[in-house]
């Protein structure tokens, strides 16, 4: 007997369809995160730069530059990540960065962040008092005063962060630790 099959029908093509549907969005997703992750992971390395550059040349600011930003952007002692617009440097993810303080303590804040950026930065260990100068954290646009010399837990940072958070991170300038 002879059979006559020429193809596929509609319905078998519709579902070959949905399954690379489904399967396009799920690798979309996976790549999405995966950038985000990269992203949280490059603005948290140029903070810690940008941190432990000015607690290097804590001990040369000049008060005449007005804040410590201006002075590293006038030294030329960031990175290239960077950039500096308005008296504030861009960093990944859009955050903007700035650094203020004298010749005892300096705080660097980075404003602009979605609630992850914000709970992984916050929620960071940044060190203890003792060894690197770190003086504290804290979550917030307003006025806050780091002055804990623990970090921030992460259940604290989330219940702290929203979008559009900032995270302030303390740290003591001129010393010979």
């Given at each position: 007997m002879f059979t006559n099959e020429s193809g596929r029908s509609m319905i078998e093509m519709l579902g070959v369809l949905a399954i690379i549907g489904v399967m396009t969005v799920g690798g979309l997703n996976v790549i999405g995160r995966s950038r985000?992750?990269?992203?949280?992971?490059?603005l948290t390395a140029e903070v810690?730069?940008?941190?432990?550059?000015?607690?290097?040349?804590?001990?040369?600011?000049d008060s005449a530059y007005g804040s410590y930003t201006m002075f590293l952007y006038k030294?030329?002692?960031?990175?290239?990540?960077?950039?500096y617009e308005n008296g504030k440097f861009i960093g990944p993810m859009d955050s903007?960065?700035?650094?203020n303080g004298d010749l005892s303590t300096f705080e660097v804040s980075v404003a602009g962040l979605n609630s992850d950026a914000c709970i992984q930065l916050a929620g960071n260990d940044w060190g203890?008092?003792?060894?690197?100068?770190?003086?504290?954290?804290?979550?917030?646009a307003g006025e806050c005063s780091p002055s804990s010399d623990e970090?921030?837990?992460?259940?604290?940072?989330?219940?702290?962060?929203?979008d559009d958070s900032t995270v302030k991170?303390?740290?003591?300038?001129?010393?010979?630790?």
């Open positions: 985000q992750m990269h992203e949280l992971g490059q810690s730069k940008v941190a432990m550059t000015a607690k290097k040349m804590a001990c040369d600011y030294s030329e002692a960031y990175s290239d990540e960077l950039d903007e960065i700035t650094i203890k008092k003792g060894t690197n100068g770190f003086m504290g954290v804290c979550v917030g970090q921030m837990e992460l259940s604290a940072a989330s219940s702290s962060c929203s991170l303390k740290f003591k300038a001129c010393t010979n630790e």
